[in-house]
């Protein structure tokens, strides 16, 4: 349920009602727009009387929310939200995330560090723990991999992101800037209850074979603990198509807007599985106003040791990245 408050009510009363609300045992997440507050009223909302709550003098309206999220709900927090990612304000302009799928050698990360940063990147991405498909495959450079990732961050001043496969990790995280959690954690209940009490920005990425509606709600489980820092990532859906590697679903970009106020960031390379496939998504991309965009960056793709056939080398990467300040430019 939300309640949208009128303009320029006094600060006393806006704190007796929620004082009120919270005797009623509902949480109040409170959320201050340019000209109106609304407050979102959590839990067992069934026996609140709306029309009581709407005949207040302070109160504009009362809604109750149909859908089974609330915090990442835009009924809740109309305006966009823009989250703080070591000073890259996600959310506010167009983000370019970039770099190894895996942290492989120090040559490696910080040289692609050097360069995504020359052609405009604001974060740099690198997989320290590899969710792999094969137990066989190279499984990431772990504790030592994340130092690379400090080092490229030391280096060219680039935040970093990188996930978290397992909350036992979180102790080797301390100077990672945001947490991607992948595909195949989107709905490790577990794993996002712990994240909703970090004190991170967290990358939730969209399951292989998840609704928008369950990405939202694996928002929801982050954001209920607390933390409202969270990003939300396209990175294409199992279909009955094998052209591409997935599906990459660009609908989602409108159809977030409309449902929620969470950033929302496309990562072509995944979707296509593909380089040559990778620059023209990423440009549509844009153009449907995505915030921001992950791609994957290598500066010898054929020897990578992981997703060599999606990565871009940093010339390509940096030749996208000025269609992509373009294409902004146009649709902005
Ligand atoms: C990644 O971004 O490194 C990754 C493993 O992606 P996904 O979880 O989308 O497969
Ligand atoms: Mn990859």
Known sequence: MICVLKTHVPQEKEEELIRWLKT???GVHV?????????????????VDADLIESLD???????????????????HPADSVVDVGGVMVGEGLTFIAGPCSVETEEQVVGVAKSIKASGAHILRGGAFKPRTSPYSFQGLKDEGLKLLSLA?????????????????????????????????????????????VDKPVLLKRGLANTIEELLMSAEYIMAGGNEKVILCERGIRTFETATRNTLD?????????????PVIIDPSHATGKSSLVPPMALAAVAAGADGVMIEVHNDPIHAL???????TPDQFSALADKMRTIREVVS
């Not at 727009?33 to 026996?47: C, F, H, N, R």
């Open 24 to 26: 009623q045992n509902l």
């Open 31 to 47: 959320s201050r727009g340019e000209k109106q507050t609304v407050l979102g009223l959590i839990g067992d909302t069934s026996a």
């Open 58 to 76: 302070i109160v504009e309206v009362v809604r109750r929310v149909s859908e089974p999220y609330k915090t990442a709900s835009r009924q809740f």
């Open 153 to 197: 961050k030391k280096e060219t001043g680039l935040p970093i992101v990188t996930e978290l496969m397992d909350i036992y990790h979180l102790d080797l995280f301390d100077d990672v800037d945001c947490i991607q959690v992948g595909a195949r954690n989107m709905q490790n209940y577990e794993l996002l209850k712990e994240l909703g009490h």
């Open 250 to 262: 660009l609908s989602i970009i409108p159809v977030l807007r409309e449902k929620t106020h969470l």
């Open 306 to 312: 992981c997703d060599g056939a999606q990565s871009l």
